[in-house]
């Protein structure tokens, strides 16, 4: 099961541990370290959608760090977790381009709110097309289109395309896709996802889309390209 990626940088080897098994159970893949320079080098290996950022480490500042990749182009949302609770602390974060600041110690539950809300952003998308056999999402536009002629989508039903899209060919935990389209004031049906899922998966075929919505029993679903 492939779902959003997220680096978690943090020293406390407890607390980390912790952190990490929350959001594997959430369903993200995630990666850990406890040193900046292992995070420098993970984020050139491969980019994640989302870095969990603490600021004391022991070989440097990740505030440093943070305001390095900003100036660097980097546009992935970052989650700064830290101590330092102080006002002066938290504009200090958010000016070196923090998408926003958890102050420990925290509820687990409010640190996966806050991650579902960053990955929910723009943003968190990447690259602006995303595109899988002529199908494309513009996370920029919203416009979604099959070998270039627009395809009418709702709201949810593009949010949907756009996660799918994320990663072709891999399978989307249920709950990361939910995560995706729903807000959390929305009130969701134990069978809403399958659904939106249905009414996709017409468009997708009315419009001679050559990819496929897989349901994969007991995971996600998975968008595969049809040759």
Excluded: W
Aim: charged residues 30%; proline residues 4%; neutral net charge.
């Amino acid at each position: 099961m492939t779902s959003a990626r997220v680096l978690l940088v943090e020293d406390d080897e407890r607390l980390a541990e912790l952190i990490g098994e929350a959001l594997v159970r959430a369903g993200y893949a995630v990666e850990s370290t406890g040193r900046l320079q292992d995070a420098r080098r993970m984020l050139r290996r491969q980019a994640p959608e989302l870095l969990l950022l603490d600021l004391g480490l022991p070989d440097g500042d990740g505030l440093e760090t943070l305001a390095q990749l900003r100036a660097q182009g980097e546009s992935l949302p970052v989650m700064v977790m830290t101590a330092r609770d102080g006002l002066d602390d938290r504009v200090r974060g958010l000016d070196a381009g923090a998408d926003d600041y958890l102050v420990k110690p925290f509820a687990v539950d409010e640190l996966l709110a806050r991650c579902r809300a960053l990955l929910r952003r723009p943003q968190a998308l990447g690259s602006a097309r995303l595109s899988c056999s002529g199908v494309s999402v513009d996370s920029r536009t919203r416009d979604a289109a099959i070998n270039g002629q627009p395809l009418a989508l709702t709201r949810r039903e593009t949010d949907l395309l756009a996660a799918l899209l994320r990663h072709p060919g891999t399978t989307q935990a249920r709950m990361v896709l939910e995560d995706a389209v729903y807000s959390c004031d929305d009130e969701v049906g134990p069978n809403a996802l399958e659904a939106l899922v249905s009414r996709l998966r017409r468009k997708l075929d009315g419009g001679g889309a050559r990819v496929a919505i897989v349901t994969v029993r007991g995971l996600g679903y998975q968008l595969r390209a049809l040759h």
